[in-house]
């Protein structure tokens, strides 16, 4: 099975730089994938890693370490719109269903003025 | 353009009532998934199929039936819906090399309540 956790929610100020973090224990590793979703819309694809390391796209890097189960989404020069729920997911072994992403319960980001 | 497109959006419903959520998808897709979201539980998969004909459960497919007749539709069916089966649902889908990057396309969602 997969078991991935990420903080419920963070607050942080505009034009701030802000970490979520998530950790995950899984069976097989095939690749962590960061969504965005705004309430009330459909999630959005950010970024994906499956080796070691930062992948940087514009405002958004996204940070992994398999021998750690962790990774992070960091959020630059942070604007209001960047108020959203980011689900982390992870890709287990790439047996059967276990190809699949499974997502963690997302992490609320709030931007303040 | 692009697009997975769910329907009904909104829906209210009572107990044993069966009903279907259709989603269709434009982009050719091989694979097409259904997942419910509520509070504090995230994202859950309820079915995907990897190709026509092929289907298979999810973490939580009670309750579901799903089939996948053409390549463009992956109709969602609620037998007899009971009101834990109240939430909001999403398609997705993806190709093949999508699958492998993890991006998959969603649909806006179809909010169910079940009286």
């Known amino acids: 099975g997969q078991n991935i956790d990420q903080p419920t929610e963070m607050t942080a100020t505009e034009g701030a730089i802000v970490q979520i973090n998530c950790t995950y224990q899984t069976s097989g590793f095939n690749g962590l994938f960061w969504y965005q979703q705004h309430a009330g819309e459909a999630p959005t694809f950010l970024s994906y890693?499956?080796?070691?390391g930062l992948e940087e796209k514009g405002r958004f890097s996204s940070f992994l370490s398999r021998s750690k189960g962790y990774s992070y989404l960091l959020l630059k020069e942070l604007q209001m719109k960047d108020s959203a729920s980011y689900l982390c997911a992870v890709r287990g072994g790439a047996s059967g269903g276990s190809y699949i992403p499974t997502f963690g319960r997302g992490t609320s980001l709030i931007v303040h003025p | 353009e692009a697009q997975v497109t769910q329907n009904p959006r909104y829906l209210i419903t009572v107990t044993g009532k069966k009903l279907t959520v259709t989603c269709s998808q434009n982009m050719n897709h091989e694979y097409m998934s259904w997942y419910r979201q509520d509070p504090g539980l995230g994202l859950r998969q309820i079915y995907y199929s990897m190709n026509v004909e092929v289907t298979d459960k999810g973490d939580v497919p009670e309750g579901y039936k799903v089939s996948r007749k053409e390549k463009r539709n992956f109709p969602l069916i609620l037998e007899s819906p009971s009101p834990n089966q109240t939430s909001l649902y999403f398609c997705?889908?993806?190709?093949?090399?999508?699958?492998?990057?993890?991006?998959?396309?969603f649909g806006e969602g179809s909010r169910l309540t079940v009286l």
């Open positions: 997705a889908s993806s190709d093949n090399r999508g699958l492998l990057s993890g991006e998959l396309f």
């Open positions: 890693n499956v080796l070691d």
